[in-house]
Every structure is written in structure tokens, then in C-alpha cells.
């Protein structure tokens, strides 16, 4: 009985995953398929030429850069406002907190269209121009969010006495932040980051509205779309799914390895409970 | 914050309250404020902002009942607003979306947390990961590359025999919608599977094992033990699913049918075709509005909190 | 270095709720003193409030002679041991017992030779670079002694550190505790709802009820001279009988129950209602005939072997029970259930008492 | 990076020049730099059209050559996008000249955007005539202050699929609908289409042109052309709204038909498919620059424009948009596939034809957007 039913599990499995991968399989095919339209259909002959596209193409490239910089500065900001956010509200309680959290949680809610246009009209209205900083700003006001998330779940698994410990062995509130809470939170924050860092990457309709003359590689990408589709966009998907298949292989090593040393380190510890009982 | 005040001291504090009044104060409520104030206000040329005509009014959230269209409605004529029209095909689709990831997620979630071997589980996350990575403009590509007529879809299945000529599917086979759910699935299924995988981890396999134990079937077991324990993940996973795919702009706007209006894409006529901010403004206040009305209605339906959401 | 703690008219109010009402005690340098009491009787709040994590709402807390009223936990000579120990999962161990020395700018070198010197002194050479995690629950234990004597704190303030532990390793660590406080001659401020683990350690013993200190005394005087009903049942078990004070005189006064009128001492403030009889079972004699005074015949309801003795339970006529314990040493034979016999008690022995202090009172 | 004769007359020989040098890297050739090319050095910021890239990879080059002028392009879609920008340009700068159509500016205009060019600092005769003075250059205008230049001009007119198209002869605006064909259109265009078609074969009450001058008109003549193209929606296989869905709609999506510029008739002129001009006339619509208020380099701007007007200027803009020069001389320095291209669809008859788009007010563009949703939505 349950072997039927686990096999039935694993064939749905690789099912869910051929699914998630076929697309992306026929949109990296495409990159190599020598037909101006970008498709795996009809096959008109292997080529490299899209990828020579690709690396001659100046806006592409500089849209590239303006994306990676902001996604940089929307870390920069949003992990510490999303972290002040989550001490913050897992200090305090009540109803403070349910209407607090609500206004924090909205942005995530809220289409992307609608950030991206208040945050335009706003800043306009008090004279700061548009551009890529408008982007980030307009980004932070809901990635800080998901960072915000991220850290007040890694918050309720931290022991407050830990701090309370650090101040009465006298360090300053600065070294107890620095020294045990940070350590603590790392995991989320380096999680809220990459988060940020991919959301940043990703987004389309906040960066749309509040660019200004300035391109990223979602707008580019999109503009391209509108006005001109070659497989270069294919080209340049694959070689961004081949970067985080790199990028996600060296993270799986580097956690299996953790792993493994933690493993080992409780097992001692038990092994130590158990002499103890002894 | 007496406490707060006790840990981090004044300083760190004040800073702590600052970013967050930073956040919350210049980043969200004083845009949304300036959008709110601004879509009562008539479209006007530049010259004419802040002059006499330049009065407030509801004019432009009515106009969302304007223009009245016919709508086959199950063999039933009913008159209703463009837009508003326009508006309840996003929210039913949307609906459509998050109930068709919901029945993929679910027993990929079953499967990840209590049947597959955790030796193998981080690395079957990290490659459902994977596809989140790559940009939603570029997973709705795949799919208009997939489903146009002269595409790899209808020529395997022309091929194979089980069609004998192509078929539009881009132009829907069943509804006009039917292109932009498929890419909206795909796009968004793993924000519900990954919020369902964690709640049903949470749950005790001791619990599975007395249900099994005290002769239930296994879709016993699962509708009175698990289900109700995965109830917040579920929740939380619907009301993404539902919001992004409401709120997504390219998903629609790449694999259009000829029939087929998002009401993102109203929004974005009016902020860029008509130019009219303020008119846009409403609408997405509308939008905002009428969104909130029903995942607040879903959740009071499946009695969760907002907390139990955002995880 | 040790130091005296003195608490006067110490009050501390959470909203309208007094969890400690008007504290006065004066804890001596070097002394191992111990808060006992049940869960919320506001000990915790006192030992927070010497620690520096809560202010006082009125009142003075002096360590070492010294007002503290303001100072923040880190600039207070104390050094608090948490109930669940909060060691920092993510430093080595020799990091945590030296982390009090490392946020005051002491360099790595002398900072590592500490902790090799300290983790000596708790009995767990060896262990400086392992992490947390590595460690049986009595080894991080010590790791948390040796943390908070690290920073040479004058007074050590100990929030229920052993009740993680199991049976067996928590009599271990207790003198381990204790051994330790004589070794280094550091005030001890020790905080249990745990009788057996206050009256073994201490010096002395301040015994607390809603927030209110009940009674200070050695640990004999505790069990054997309680003041009140309170301290009487929370220490150790008791016979209680209820009635009416008679003649009182000369500490001595007779008591009017339902059973009869008993003789015994007459606590100080026993007075008015509420006012009980307490005696213990080990002070309840069993015999087959009537004693000549405070003598209650009884049916012999059970029997229950309990090691080192035997207690034996039996219904007075009103139907009150009364339990007595004899020692297991073969003197006695053990009665059946459902014999009739006597139960009585020496007046010296038994002690009319009232009932606790409250807040207010 | 000096010339030492920037004169008109020499500008597309001294260009010539300039470019082949460059092209054998001698670009550090020493020269005389006249006080007038330094007044012309420095750069100018140009917002206009996404997906012409020889935009960037020509013409800029030969005018940067030509004058050391450089050139910021930001590409947008369209110019819904471009007027967006220009709104927020107008607090924020950063724009000193966009591109809209003819039909546009005045919109721009009414909302303050614009300021005039000095034509003294232009080359007015370089324009072929009808482009910039008759009445085109009334349209340019705004009180006697010229606000408008062309750039180039092209058509929206009938791609059809060689052989599976079923036309009428001569073929004509109403072959959009025929259900025996699946169509490619722009929602608002195969409305005036529509209308156009109606208006021609006698079945509206009143001219088109009316719609475009009196909001009532319009409103009553877009409700009978939005019925019956509703009636004949079927036969739409997609919506485009730039080039490359356009091109999709033929070559992944099987549209035999479709009402599209003249760049998607071009660039599909080698796969089976013909560029005609219908009976009706095409659409054609006049683009230009406009030069903003706050615009920063007016001086750079002027070069520029009047760059675009010279031969070799009008050609290469002409060339990127596979669409027609403003500039005489321009034509024989044109690709001559271009021309060829142009000539097969429109002989004398159809260029005489050619129905110009209407200026359109915010307020008409706000109810053609209305229209456009419920033609979409049926």
C-alpha cells in the first residue's frame, strides 16, 4: 500500500519538476535555435550567434549594471529597515502591534503598479527627480517587508535571556546587538538579503514607473518584448539560470557541510548527557 | 518598547524607530497619501494644476461605471460596466489560479514534509527554487514561446496525432483566460507550495500515524488531521497566490488573448495611455480596496488571522 | 570581593498588579541566600530588580553599601545565572565565560588563560573550544557558573539554574553550588520553588507569598518555627485543624476544634480568624491507646511506604484526615488498614499559626 | 574631435569623411577646433523610440562625428511612455528632446511641456516639401512659434500573407474583418479602421473626421464603428501594440492579415508577405522632435534636429525606422531595399491618398481608450 503510493508520489514529483523545467528547458533552447524569432520551433540550424548578440549589446549590459546596483542599494537599505522592523515589532504587543504589523505586511499586498506610481507622484511632489534611486526607494517600501518576515521568524526562535545575559556580564547595548543578536539573526539576514537582492532582480512594475530615463534588465528585458523580440532575451535567460544553478550548487555543498559539523556536535553532546547519567 | 528601551538603550532604540518611521512614514504612507489625494483630483494640463478647475470630486472613481458592456455570463445577458467587468474576471481567474496551485501544491507539500527521504529533501527545495529565480518576464516568455500557434506545443501534438490541426491556445480553449492562467500557475505555484510544505512539517507524524492507527482512511486522515493543521499555510499561500496573480502586470500583458483584460492593465491604460494619473489612481485605490474586501472575506471564511498569514 | 545587598521598602508594581510589596532584607557579604516560594510570588521580580533588568517602583536597593537606584545590569556588580543558563549557542565555550571580559576590552591572550583558569575551577578542563552544543546539560551548567565568576561579579544571582536538570544530577550540582560559593566567597542570591534545594544550601532563607516576604530565618528555623500557615505548609506537610484560640498565655494557648481543644505554642501574630493548628506528620505520634492530651482517635484509611518511612493515614471522627510518619527502622509495626487508632502530638511541637501575610496587611 | 568647416553644405561630405576615418581608427587625427564646433561640443539627452537600434549604432556615431556632440538615448516603447516621462521630466529634467507624431504635440504642449525652436538656428529649406511647411507646418506651429520638426514619417497600412489573404480588389480597409481572414490590429487603430471603411462605403451618418474635432461626433460615430467591429471580432487572432507582436502575430500566431506600420511589412517582406496600401488610403503618421522647457542643451538640440533634416541625417533616421526621410537628398543615400520596398506600395495614387492622423486631445485619447477596452472585452 504504501509502496504504490510512494511510487505514485515520486513519478508526481518528477512530474512537477519536468514541468517547471520544460519551459525554461524550450526557452534556453530557443538561444541556439538560428531562427530571428525566438523559439525551439521550426529548428532552423545550431548557432552561437545570439550569445555573440548578447555580449555586444551596450544597453543590455548597462541595463545589467543599473539592475545589479540597485539591487545592491535595496539590500543596503532594506535589511536594516527590515530588521529594525521585526525587533521592533516582536518588543511590543497589543493592538499597537496588530495595526503596526498590518501596515508593514500591506506593502507585499499591494500591486506593484500602485507602489510604483505613489512613489513617483511623492517624490515628485517634493521635487526629487526620477530615476534608479526611486526605483530603490519604491522596492524597499515592500522587500524591507519580506526582510522584516524572515527576521521575526528567526527572532522567536532566539532566547531573550541571551541578551539579558550579555548586559549583566556588562556589555553596552552596542555589543550585545553586535555580538549575540546579529550572530543570531545571521541565517535570516543573509536569507533577507538574497531575497532582496533576487525580489530587486525580479522586479518589473515598481521599477517601470519610477525609473525615469534610466534602464534595468526586467525593463529592458520587457521592452524588448514590446518592440523587437530577438533570442538574445534567450540567450541571456539561460545564461541567468546557469548562474544560479552555479551559485545554487556551492551553497548546497557549503550547507551539507554545516550540516554535517552540527551533526557531530550534538551527537557529542549527547553522548555526554548520556556519561553523565552514568 | 519599555522592554526594547531595556535591551537595545536609547540610542540603538531611536534608531531602531527611526528606520521604521522611515519605512513605514516616507516609503509607503506618504506616497499612498499623495496617490489617494491625487485621484481625487481631475486630470488636468500642466497649467491648469491648482487653479479653478482644480477641485476635488468623486469623478474619477465613478468612472469605473462607465461604459456598460454586454457579458454572456453562463448563457446569461447581464449589463455591466467595462471595468467593472474586466475587474470580476481578474478576481474570478485569480480565484481559478489559486485553486488550481492549491491542488498542484498540496500533495507536493504531503510529499515533501512527511513521505520523501530527508536525505534528498534540501535538494529537491533548491531545484524547486531554482525557477524562482528566473524572472517572471522571461517564465511568461517560455510560455507565449510554448503556446503560440505556429509553436513546439501544437507541433508535438499535431505530430504525435492527438490533434489533427493546431489550436490557439494563446486565444483560450475554454475561456479567454486560459493562457495567462497557465503562466500565472506556473509563475506562482511555488508560493503556494513552499507556505503549505511548512505547515504541514509542523505537524507531529505521531498525529498521522494515530489517525491511521484508529482506522481512518488515508483521505480521512488527511481531511480531519492534516488539512486543519495546515489551515494557516494554506491561507497564507492562497491570499499570495491570489494577490500576485491580481496583481501581476506581465504575466497579462504577455500571453493576452484577444478578449482577455487585466484589470492591472486598466490601471496601467489610464497611467500610461490616457495619462490620466489621477483616474489611474482611483482605480488602483479601487483595486486596493476590492482586493482587501476579499481576502479579508477568505480569511473570516477560513477563520485566520493576518499573522498566521505572513510567515 | 563579596558584597552585602540590602532591600528597603522595595515595591514593584506591573500596572495595577504589586508583585513585590514592601521588601526589607538585609543580605550579608559572602552569605548564600536563598528566595523560596511558588511560582509568581514575585522572588523573580526581586532578583531582576538587584540585577538591574527592572527599577523598583519605590523603595532602595543597596549592593554593597551602595545605592544602585539607575545603574543599568551592566554596571551593577552582579552576575546573573539564568534559568535556562542563555549561553551564546554561536561562541566556543571558552568565548561565553570570557565574553563579561571581552566587552570590557580585556585582549585574547589573558582572556583565553581565564577561561582555561575557570573551566579548571568548575571541573571541565579541556572544554574551552567546544561549542555549546557539545555539552551535557551539567557541563554547560558550570559553563555558566564559571561565565558569570568570570567578570568577578561581588554578588551572583541564580534564577532556578538547576530545574533543567534531572533528579540524580540536580543533588549533584547542589553541592557542587554550594562548594563553589564557599571556594570563591561570593554572595550567592539563590532563587527556587524547590524547599528541599533551599533549606540544603543556604545560609539563610526568605520565603515569599504574593509578593510579599513571609518570613527570613536559617533553614532550621524555617522548618521547625514557621511563622505563619503559609511557610508552615509550604515547607514541609502538616495536620491542620481549625478553630478557636482559648486562654491564651505565656506563648502557650489552647485551641477549640471540632476534635476537641488541643494545647500548643501561639504564634506571634496569631490572632482573630484564620488563625490554624499546624503539626507535622513526623511529629504525629500513632499508638493503639489514647494519649492523655491532644490525642485523636482515628481509622486507619492508609498505608503508604515511602523508604525511609512509612507514612500512615487515618479518618478522625468528623471525618478530618490525619497523617503520621514513623520511621523505618523496625521500631514500629505498621498498622492495618481499617485498625482503630490514636493520633497525638506533643504541644511543644505544634504551633497555632495564622495566615500568611498579604499585600497591604 | 574639431572640423574645420562645419558649413551646411559640406555637413554630409565632412561626415562621410569623418565616419571612414573613424572607421580606420584615426579618430585622433589632429585638427583646427573652431570656435563654433566648441560651442557645439558637449552632449544632449534624446528620448524616443525602443527596438531601432542602427538609431545607436549609426546615426548617433555620424552625428557625434559630425558635430562632438554626444548623445544620451533612452529608449521607450511608445510615446505614451514618452509623454509619462516628459511629465516627470518637466520637475526633474533630464530630457532635452523627445520624438512624438504630429498628431501629439499639441497635447504636450497644453500641458506646458514645450518650448519653441529658433528657426534661425535650423535649416528649414532641407525639408522635402509637404513635410515642413503646407499643412504639416501649419500643424508644427503654435502662434507663429514652430514647436515641431519631422523626423520622419511612415504608414500603417495592410501586411498581408501572400496567397491565403482574401482581398478585395482593389483591397481595401473592410479585408481587416473579412471572417474568412485572421486579422492582426491594434484595438484603436482597427476602430478608425472601421470607421474609415464605414465612411467609405456611405454607411456612417456623418464624416469620420468629425469624431476627431467634436466629442459628441465622436462618441456617436465610435459606437456604430465599435458594434460592427465587434460583430466581426472573431476572425482576430491578436492584439499588438509593438513591432515584435506584430511580427509574432504573422509568424507565430498565423494572422494572414493585420493593419501594421510599415517596419513589420518590411521586416516580414522575405517570409510571404506584402506591404499594401488600401483603397481607403493608408494611415500615416508624421514623427518629430519636440524640444522640452526646461530643456538644458538647447543649443545641441538645434544641431541635432537639423542634423535629421540633412541628407545623411534623414536617411539613417529613415533607415532605423525603415520608414521615409524629411530630408532632400535623402532618398539616395537610403538603402536601396528600403526604397524598393516603398516604391512597390505607394505609386503616385496611393502617396496622394494618405489619410494623416488627426490630432487627438487627451480627452479623445481618454474615450479611444474606453472604446479600445470594451472592443477588447466583447
Redesign the interface.
Known sequence: MHKT??IL?NV??GA??L???A??A??GG?AFNDNK??????WKGFTWRWFADLMND??MWTSFRNTILVALAVVVIAV??GT??A??IN??TGRVR?V????????????????G?????????V?????LHLSV??Q??YI??FVM?LVL?RLQSF???????????????????R??LL??LTPALAAGGAIAF?QS??N??VTL?TR????T??VY?????????TPT?NAL?LM??VM??VA?TW??IG??RRARV?AA??A??RR??????M | MQDMLRRYGSSLTGAFVALVAFWLLVLVILPNLTLFEQSFRPYLPVVDVGGPKDTYSFNNYAKFLNNPVVWNLFGFEVTVPVHLKTFLSTVFFSGVVTFITFLLSYPLAYYLAKVVEPRSLPTLILLLFIPLWVSEALRAFAWYIILTFNGPLNAVLVGIGLLDKPVRWQNGVLTAYDAIVIGLVYTYVLFMLFPIYGSVQSLDRNQIEASEDLGAKWWQTHWRVILPHAKPGIASGCVMVFMLSAGSLLVPSVLPSTSSNWFTQTIQQWMLESQDWNTGAAYSFLYILLCTVVVALVMWLFKVKLSDIAK | MSAGIDLENVCCDFGSFRAVDNANVAIRPGEFFSFLGPSGCGKTTILRMISGFIEPTQGTIRIGGKDVAGLRPNQRPTALIFQNLALFPLMPIWENITFGLEVRGVDKATRRRKADELLKLVDLPGAADKMVSQLSGGQKQRVAIARALAVEPAVMLLDEPLSALDLKLRQHMRAELRAIQKRTGVTFIYITHDQGEALAMSDRVGVMSQGRIQQIADPRDIYNNPVNGFVASFVGENNVFTGTVQNPAGGVAAFETALGTFRARLGEQARGPGVKLYVRPEHTLLSDAAAPENSVPVTISEVSFEGAFISVMGNAPNGQLLTAEIRNDGSATVPAIGAAMHMSFDPARAAILPDAAVSGG | MGEPDVSDTSFSRRSFLKRSAAGMGALAAPAIISSKALASSGEINFTGWAGYPALAETVFPAFTAATGIKVNFTELPDQDAMFAQAKVALEAGGIDVIEPTIDRWGGWNSNGLLQPFDEAKLAMDNYLPGLADGSAGERSRMDGALYYVPSNWGTEALVVADGSAVLSDPPSLGDLFKPENMATVRPHSALAAMGRWLDATGKLPRPWMDGYTDMGAMVELWDIALAEAVKAKANVVQWWSGENEANAGFTANGATIGLCWDSTGYNLRNDGYKYIAPAEGAFAWHQGFVLMKNAVNVEQAHEFVKFVSTPEGAAGWATAFSSNPVGKGAAELMNPDVSTYYNGTFNADALAKLWWWPEQTAEFIAKRGEYADKYKAA
Do not use: C
Not at chain 1, 532566547?159 to 546587538?177: K, T
Open positions: 503510493r510512494n508520489f508526481y514529483m512537477f519538476l514541468y517547471l523545467f519551459p525554461l524550450i526557452m530557443a524569432l525566438p523559439s525551439v520551433y521550426p551596450q544597453v536594516p529597515i529594525a522592523a525587533i521592533l518588543s511590543i496588530a503596526l504589523y498590518g501596515v508593514m505586511v500591506a506593502p507585499i499586498l499591494m500591486p506593484g503598479a500602485v507602489i506610481i505613489s512613489t513617483l507622484l511623492f517624490w515628485n511632489q521635487s526629487v527627480p526620477s530615476g526607494l519604491g524597499v517600501s524591507a517587508a518576515l521568524a532566547d531573550p535571556a541571551l541578551e539579558e545575559a550579555a548586559l549583566d556580564l556588562g556589555a553596552s547595548h552596542g555589543q550585545v546587538l555580538r549575540i550572530p543570531h533576487f532582480i525580479e518589473f512594475n514607473f525615469g530615463t534610466s534602464n534588465l526586467t528585458v520587457f521592452s524588448k518584448v514590446r518592440s523587437g523580440i532575451i535567460a541567468l539560470i544560479t544553478l545554487a551553497y548546497e550547507r551539507r552540527e556536535r550534538e557529542e553532546g555526554a548527557a548520556a556519561a553523565e547519567e
